[in-house]
């Protein structure tokens, strides 16, 4: 990559726009050639290991249809699961459901297996298997009757696919077809028989094989559930499960979460403010289907404590569970935390409640409310939480005071940590017109910003009687999005945990956190599935760029924080990102330095963040002696908007690579613009 002239590449960023609103400027410029200098014999605190929690709550595909295998939406046939902006995507996609939805009331995303069959369907309200609603399906002897969905499958990775459903036999033959089928031909691919003989409701399933390559990777098909000749029969409860679900979990999604070295999982969110644990134990088959609140799409509750407690142990994380402080009260978080006991013994986080200071949250308390409700919830749980770390609601970095100082009027060790949000559109700048190199400068600038509000809302606790060095900060949800206002659909116009680009500020992130580790001790990345982890589409797993900075981060868990001296020059921003507008003096390259618990590596976590210039490095490692190859892995880009997605699920990837140390010279290594590195060295 060509290296630009510094001042000339400020320029080009200034002048990219009407001089009025040339809003970014260099304040200093970068050196031809950077001097890093690492101090291995220097004490900067620890890396605390709870600073790599991610987050998880049912939100579009994150747990239905992601972590939970099942392929089938909507197994219970409910209707009204979906709000009115959650109707419009799904209609958009298929825009056959809408007559079917208007001409059968079949619930979507269900749709006749055969529309010239007509009208033989009703549905029965107030005796189901699951929830409340079933469907009777009657057959004609002159046409293929039944019910369709359109569906995505695993495939290569399996073809084996087990099929359970509830059914209620009414009248005539008593033979169901299960089937999978092209959506582009009438071939059945995999078929199987269900004898339903029983006039009550009993549980049936049966095994569907596809031959390989009988369907292609992204290709849908359809599931169909089909009645013989004359047979009236009631069905509920139907599933679609891949035969290699460990449990009830995607194995892809399980070993991926094993492999970002997570410490805590946090299970919390909008829904966590009515969300009432009884809802989510039990036989899975019983749990009633809802709808989600917070989010307009249906709640099956198949996720509870004890599906959260397996999923926890297989990726070898702690739990965090987030506690209903909206629509619930003490004694039934009390309740909770002695089910959670009977079922773990482990190291356990319960944080009370999530955003509260939102009145989008369901029951949300005012500030004059807030310090009552979070000392009567303490009180409860404390005699039966034991060693669990216990967390209280905080505000947001930028308008956190107020609300806090209300927080800390509880007595001393009501809390050991206090909550905050730190979640930025980065796509969202006060500058007009602006240019998209202009909007990604600014949005660099966002990660170092939080540095100065983590030492503002800690300083606010320990200046508090009793609070100092008893009580810090958690970070429990951060993420960086892209949206339109008012909107959840991701765009693609500037740097966020989906892109490249937001690798940078996640890495940038990573580093404040680092340095600050005396005020943040936990904190929870959003999320583990969608936004800055793994993602699921047409039953394709894969991972953002974000997924593989925190695998990079994660392995400093505990290490010792070196001193870094860098003057690689910085820049300002005016009129930037919302909420972080004004930014003075952010270094364009970014370097924290760790050694290793037993003293015998360092690595060194580099983020450039210049939009144009590739910046040579030499760092000084003052007498450390290293092992002659250092390990080097590297993200970068063509561009910023360079994202991973199910049709190529590996566009950016960490590149490994190395670098040869000779002893007594400077370690020597160009940083490429917009990019992330991580550095290992090993003691000889």
């Given at each position: 990559m060509h290296v630009r002239h510094p001042t000339y590449c400020a320029l080009i960023v200034a002048l990219s726009l009407p001089s009025a609103f040339a809003q970014v400027i260099q304040s200093k410029p970068m050196p031809a050639i950077v001097t890093v200098q690492v101090d291995p014999d220097g004490n900067l605190g620890s890396v605390p290991s709870h600073i790599f929690g991610s987050f998880l709550e049912p939100i579009d595909y994150s747990i239905n249809n992601g972590v939970i295998a099942e392929v089938l939406v909507n197994g219970s046939l409910e209707s009204g699961l979906w709000n009115h902006a959650m109707l419009e995507e799904i209609f958009r996609d298929q825009p056959e459901l809408i007559e079917s939805s208007n001409q059968t009331g079949i619930p979507i995303p269900w749709e006749p297996l055969n529309r010239d069959a007509g009208n033989r369907y009703e549905l029965h309200v107030g005796d189901a298997a699951n929830s409340w609603q079933s469907?009777?399906?009657?057959?004609?002897?002159?046409?293929?009757?039944?019910?369709?969905?359109?569906?995505?499958?695993?495939?290569?990775?399996?073809?084996?696919?087990?099929?359970?459903?509830?059914?209620?036999?009414?009248?005539?033959?008593?033979?169901?077809?299960?089937?999978?089928?092209?959506?582009?031909?009438?071939?059945?691919?995999?078929?199987?028989?269900?004898?339903?003989?029983?006039?009550?409701?009993?549980?049936?399933?049966?095994?569907?094989?596809?031959?390989?390559?009988?369907?292609?990777?992204?290709?849908?098909?359809?599931?169909?559930?089909?009645?013989?000749?004359?047979?009236?029969?009631?069905?509920?409860?139907?599933?679609?499960?891949?035969?290699?679900?460990?449990?009830?979990?995607?194995p892809q999604i399980v070993h991926m979460a094993d492999e970002m070295n997570m410490t805590e999982l946090r299970l919390g969110g909008n829904f966590s403010s009515y969300y009432h644990w009884r809802d989510g134990i039990g036989p899975l088959d019983k749990r009633v289907t809802m709808k989600n609140i917070a989010w307009g799409i249906p709640e099956y509750n198949n996720f509870g404590t004890d599906e959260f407690l397996a999923f926890c142990k297989l990726i070898h994380a702690e739990p965090q569970f987030n506690m209903n402080m909206g629509s619930g009260t003490p004694e039934e978080a009390v309740d909770w935390l002695h089910y959670i006991r009977d079922h773990y013994q482990g190291p356990m986080i319960l944080e009370m409640g999530n955003e509260l200071y939102g009145r989008w949250q369901v029951g949300y308390p005012t500030i004059h409310e807030i310090a009552a409700r979070t000392l009567a919830f303490s009180r409860t749980l404390k005699p039966f939480s034991k060693d669990a770390m216990l967390m209280a609601t905080g505000e947001t970095p930028n308008g956190f005071e107020k609300w806090n100082a209300a927080q800390l009027t509880n007595p001393p060790g009501t809390f050991d940590m206090l909550t905050t949000h730190f979640i930025v559109g980065t796509n969202h700048v006060r500058l007009s017109p602006y240019t998209p190199d202009f909007m990604a400068a600014a949005a660099y600038a966002v990660p170092y910003a939080l540095g100065a509000d983590l030492d503002r809302m800690q300083a606010q606790i320990d200046?508090?009687?009793?609070?100092?060095?008893?009580?810090?900060?958690?970070?429990?949800?951060?993420?960086?999005?892209?949206?339109?206002?008012?909107?959840?659909?991701?765009?693609?116009?500037?740097?966020?945990?989906?892109?490249?680009?937001?690798?940078?500020?996640?890495?940038?992130?990573?580093?404040?956190?680092?340095?600050?580790?005396?005020?943040?001790?936990?904190?929870?990345?959003?999320?583990?599935?969608?936004?800055?982890?793994?993602?699921?589409?047409?039953?394709?797993?894969?991972?953002?760029?974000?997924?593989?900075?925190?695998?990079?981060?994660?392995?400093?868990?505990?290490?010792?924080?070196?001193?870094?001296?860098?003057?690689?020059?910085?820049?300002?921003?005016?009129?930037?990102?919302?909420?972080?507008?004004?930014?003075?003096?952010?270094?364009?390259?970014?370097?924290?330095?760790?050694?290793?618990?037993?003293?015998?590596?360092?690595?060194?976590?580099?983020?450039?963040?210049?939009?144009?210039?590739?910046?040579?490095?030499?760092?000084?490692?003052?007498?450390f002696a290293a092992q002659p190859i250092a390990k080097v892995e590297q993200i970068t880009a063509v561009s910023r908007y360079v994202m991973n997605d199910e049709v190529e699920p590996s566009r950016v990837l960490p590149l490994v690579s190395s670098l040869t140390f000779v002893e007594k010279k400077p370690l020597t290594i160009t940083l490429p613009h917009e990019s992330v590195t991580v550095i290992r060295l090993v003691e000889k």
């Amino acid at each position: 990559m060509h290296v630009r002239h510094p001042t000339y590449c400020a320029l080009i960023v200034a002048l990219s726009l009407p001089s009025a609103f040339a809003q970014v400027i260099q304040s200093k410029p970068m050196p031809a050639i950077v001097t890093v200098q690492v101090d291995p014999d220097g004490n900067l605190g620890s890396v605390p290991s709870h600073i790599f929690g991610s987050f998880l709550e049912p939100i579009d595909y994150s747990i239905n249809n992601g972590v939970i295998a099942e392929v089938l939406v909507n197994g219970s046939l409910e209707s009204g699961l979906w709000n009115h902006a959650m109707l419009e995507e799904i209609f958009r996609d298929q825009p056959e459901l809408i007559e079917s939805s208007n001409q059968t009331g079949i619930p979507i995303p269900w749709e006749p297996l055969n529309r010239d069959a007509g009208n033989r369907y009703e549905l029965h309200v107030g005796d189901a298997a699951n929830s409340w609603q079933s469907l009777e399906i009657m057959g004609t002897p002159d046409d293929l009757t039944g019910i369709k969905q359109r569906v995505y499958l695993p495939v290569p990775r399996t073809y084996g696919y087990n099929v359970t459903l509830y059914a209620k036999h009414l009248n005539g033959s008593s033979r169901l077809n299960v089937s999978l089928r092209s959506r582009t031909s009438e071939k059945v691919l995999a078929t199987a028989v269900v004898d339903a003989t029983k006039d009550e409701w009993t549980k049936y399933s049966a095994k569907l094989e596809l031959k390989p390559n009988d369907v292609r990777r992204l290709e849908p098909v359809d599931f169909a559930l089909s009645v013989e000749g004359d047979e009236r029969v009631d069905v509920d409860q139907i599933s679609l499960m891949p035969d290699d679900a460990v449990g009830t979990f995607d194995p892809q999604i399980v070993h991926m979460a094993d492999e970002m070295n997570m410490t805590e999982l946090r299970l919390g969110g909008n829904f966590s403010s009515y969300y009432h644990w009884r809802d989510g134990i039990g036989p899975l088959d019983k749990r009633v289907t809802m709808k989600n609140i917070a989010w307009g799409i249906p709640e099956y509750n198949n996720f509870g404590t004890d599906e959260f407690l397996a999923f926890c142990k297989l990726i070898h994380a702690e739990p965090q569970f987030n506690m209903n402080m909206g629509s619930g009260t003490p004694e039934e978080a009390v309740d909770w935390l002695h089910y959670i006991r009977d079922h773990y013994q482990g190291p356990m986080i319960l944080e009370m409640g999530n955003e509260l200071y939102g009145r989008w949250q369901v029951g949300y308390p005012t500030i004059h409310e807030i310090a009552a409700r979070t000392l009567a919830f303490s009180r409860t749980l404390k005699p039966f939480s034991k060693d669990a770390m216990l967390m209280a609601t905080g505000e947001t970095p930028n308008g956190f005071e107020k609300w806090n100082a209300a927080q800390l009027t509880n007595p001393p060790g009501t809390f050991d940590m206090l909550t905050t949000h730190f979640i930025v559109g980065t796509n969202h700048v006060r500058l007009s017109p602006y240019t998209p190199d202009f909007m990604a400068a600014a949005a660099y600038a966002v990660p170092y910003a939080l540095g100065a509000d983590l030492d503002r809302m800690q300083a606010q606790i320990d200046a508090t009687p009793g609070y100092k060095d008893t009580a810090h900060l958690a970070v429990t949800e951060w993420l960086f999005n892209s949206k339109g206002e008012g909107e959840r659909n991701f765009t693609n116009e500037s740097p966020s945990s989906r892109n490249e680009g937001g690798a940078v500020m996640i890495a940038s992130t990573f580093n404040t956190y680092f340095r600050h580790n005396s005020q943040v001790k936990l904190v929870d990345m959003t999320g583990l599935m969608e936004f800055a982890g793994i993602w699921k589409r047409r039953e394709q797993v894969f991972a953002s760029p974000a997924y593989y900075v925190f695998q990079l981060y994660s392995a400093a868990k505990g290490e010792t924080v070196l001193p870094v001296t860098a003057d690689s020059g910085t820049y300002s921003v005016k009129n930037g990102t919302r909420g972080y507008a004004d930014i003075t003096d952010v270094p364009y390259l970014d370097i924290v330095a760790t050694r290793s618990t037993n003293s015998r590596s360092i690595t060194l976590f580099c983020v450039n963040r210049s939009l144009t210039d590739d910046a040579p490095i030499q760092i000084d490692l003052r007498g450390f002696a290293a092992q002659p190859i250092a390990k080097v892995e590297q993200i970068t880009a063509v561009s910023r908007y360079v994202m991973n997605d199910e049709v190529e699920p590996s566009r950016v990837l960490p590149l490994v690579s190395s670098l040869t140390f000779v002893e007594k010279k400077p370690l020597t290594i160009t940083l490429p613009h917009e990019s992330v590195t991580v550095i290992r060295l090993v003691e000889k």
